[in-house]
């Protein structure tokens, strides 16, 4: 299905609209450059599949001073893209490749390449990283972990639990009914699930950019994700790259929270499964802790890219 949403100014500084070559043709995506920086320049991939690059306008106050270059990027089907409605365009296989193009054309390569990945778009810079690490200059896998089934398995044993049983069931009877789009199954996250796992503030505090890229591609996102926010059930549902991370190269740092709706601990072993992998812990902060541990986020982040652009 198509967002009905009015497109971004493009004229704005920095816009670029990439064409991709996919198998259902030529379409094109959404960047946009701020900064200059010839040694440090972060690609950020934003979560859902398919919600918006809008969450990360965070950067502006943290990024931007620190003088890191960096590039918002709405993956095809996302808002700011082309929306195409084939299916077979939501696959983990063609994002990678998407992802290729886009650096091609964005002239990124080892000697500037700091490619971010948060939630989904771990996911893919993961994969990314696996199959085009030579490109790369370092990386960020951001509360996302290496295995589908390990996520599933820490949302059955700890994440559910932990909620009120009658909302956990009232919300299963709705995901099993198909009835996603009644208002009632946003209330019942809401108060249940995202205020305490996603961003850990009262709804209606949560930025205006949080809430924008909640626009989200539902096509995509069932047909990946699956329907339901208390686990996936769609077509990454047996994804899990944990026996590969030690060949994974590259600088790469990895971030997990106290209170995501990722394991925390597996987060902390996945860097020590990296050959060069630090982690960063966000003790207060939630899924989007780059919003509710702020200051940790993205000093950690700033650090880390600032350790493997200047080495000591």
Same mark, same amino acid.
């Given at each position: 299905m198509a967002v009905e949403v009015a497109k971004p100014n493009e004229n704005a500084p920095g816009v670029r609209r990439i064409p991709i070559d996919t198998p259902k043709?030529?379409?094109?995506?959404?960047?946009?450059?701020?900064?200059?920086?010839?040694?440090?320049?972060?690609?950020?991939?934003?979560?859902?599949?398919?919600?918006?690059?809008?969450?990360?306008?965070?950067?502006?106050?943290?990024?931007?001073?620190?003088?890191i270059e960096y590039i918002y990027y709405d993956q095809l089907g996302s808002v700011?893209? @082309? =929306?195409?409605?084939? &299916? $077979?365009?939501?696959? /983990?296989?063609r994002f990678v490749d998407e992802l290729e193009q886009v650096r091609s054309a964005l002239g990124l390569d080892r000697s500037n390449f700091f490619l971010l990945g948060h939630s989904w778009g771990g996911i893919l810079a993961t994969e990314y990283a696996l199959r085009h690490g030579d490109s790369l200059k370092g990386l960020v896998i951001s509360n996302m972990m290496a295995s589908c089934p390990a996520y599933n398995a820490y949302a059955q044993d700890v994440l559910?639990?932990?909620? @009120? =049983?009658?909302?956990? &069931? $009232?919300?299963?009877? /709705?995901?099993?009914?198909g009835d996603i789009e009644n208002p009632r199954y946003m209330d019942l996250l809401m108060d249940h699930h995202y205020v305490h796992h996603v961003l850990r503030r009262p709804p209606d505090e949560w930025p205006d950019a949080v809430n924008r890229a909640f626009r989200i591609n539902q096509q995509i996102y069932v047909s990946m994700q699956g329907p339901s926010e208390l686990g996936l059930s769609g077509s990454l549902s047996d994804w899990d790259r944990s026996a590969d991370l030690a060949k994974i190269r590259v600088p790469t740092l990895v971030i997990g929270a106290t209170h995501d709706t990722m394991d925390p601990a597996y987060?902390?072993?996945?860097?020590?499964?990296?050959?060069?992998?630090?982690?960063?812990?966000?003790?207060?902060?939630?899924?989007?802790?780059m919003w509710d541990d702020e200051q940790t986020y993205w000093k950690g982040l700033i650090d880390f890219i600032r350790s493997v652009d200047r080495p000591a």
């Open positions: 043709g030529r379409f094109e995506v959404w960047t946009r450059r701020v900064g200059d920086n010839p040694t440090a320049k972060l690609l950020l991939l934003h979560g859902g599949p398919g919600a918006t690059h809008e969450y990360f306008e965070g950067a502006d106050d943290h990024l931007a001073p620190a003088g700011y893209s @082309d =929306q195409p409605t084939d &299916a $077979e365009l939501w696959d /983990l296989d559910k639990p932990s909620m @009120d =049983q009658a909302a956990v &069931a $009232e919300i299963e009877a /709705l995901e099993t009914a987060m902390a072993w996945m860097a020590s499964q990296l050959p060069n992998g630090p982690y960063l812990h966000c003790a207060d902060g939630s899924h989007m802790a």
